[in-house]
T-cell receptor
Framework: AQTVTQSQPEMSVQEAETVTLSCTYD???????LFWYKQPPSRQMILVIR??????QNATENRFSVNFQKAAKSFSLKISDSQLGDAAMYFC?????????????FGTGTLLAVQP | DTEVTQTPKHLVMGMTNKKSLKCEQH?????MYWYKQKAKKPPELMFV???????INESVPSRFSPECPNSSLLNLHLHALQPEDSALYLC??????????FGSGTQLSVL
């Protein structure tokens, strides 16, 4: 069974600085998706970024980028130029490729605080 | 339209009440999901519907009863809930592959 581990329960960053959130996962599959979701105090679950495992290039979305290390089964999220609105719980998630009912497996989350 | 719409946003119910949560999407997704989330915890999968058929039930108590009337709608019927069932209930939808799209949730309080 696949597992997702986030070893940082809480992180803090100064506004305009850069922070990296860690995620590792375990799987025997060769093709899959990895995601970072953000859940602000409103509790809306928002997709931040996605990575297909077959793509070697790291995904980037504006100030958000990932460092995907497939062999090491590591998928960290870097937030550049942090803003107050980035304060949220961040969940790393895994989904197998194909099959409409494939579950989204979540890590335990990292609570990010942004200091003004 | 890339939204998943959930109603109501908040619900307070007694342990003897019957209520329903509703979820709607118009993205043509054929998989729909119910998750339960406690504060500061990750969402826990409850049910998955694929092509309007229940495909996964994660050993959820029978006081939660899902229903998928058509490909755009998903309901969760609640009856005789316990205080420990108080949580945020999230609906999501997806294609066969890729990300799940989540609604904004229903915050449920059971008194």
């Amino acid at each position: 069974a696949q597992t997702v581990t986030q070893s940082q329960p809480e992180m803090s960053v100064q506004e305009a600085e850069t922070v990296t959130l860690s995620c590792t996962y375990d799987t025997s599959e060769s093709d899959y998706y990895l995601f970072w979701y953000k859940q602000p105090p409103s509790r809306q679950m928002i997709l931040v970024i996605r990575q297909e495992a077959y793509k070697q290039q790291n995904a980037t979305e504006n100030r958000f980028s990932v460092n995907f290390q497939k062999a090491a089964k590591s998928f960290s999220l870097k937030i550049s130029d942090s803003q107050l609105g980035d304060a949220a719980m961040y969940f790393c998630a895994y989904r197998s490729l194909g099959g409409a009912t494939n579950k989204l497996i979540f890590g335990t989350g990292t609570l990010l605080a942004v200091q003004p | 339209d890339t939204e998943v719409t959930q109603t109501p946003k908040h619900l307070v119910m007694g342990m003897t009440n019957k209520k329903s949560l509703k979820c709607e999407q118009h993205m043509g997704h054929r998989a729909m999901y119910w998750y339960k989330q406690k504060a500061k915890k990750p969402p826990e999968l409850m049910f998955v519907y694929s092509y309007e058929k229940l495909s996964i039930n994660e050993s959820v108590p029978s006081r939660f009863s899902p229903e998928c009337p058509n490909s755009s709608l998903l309901n969760l019927h609640l009856h005789a809930l316990q205080p420990e069932d108080s949580a945020l209930y999230l609906c999501a939808s997806s294609r066969a592959a890729g990300e799940l799209f989540f609604g904004s949730g229903t915050q449920l309080s059971v008194l």
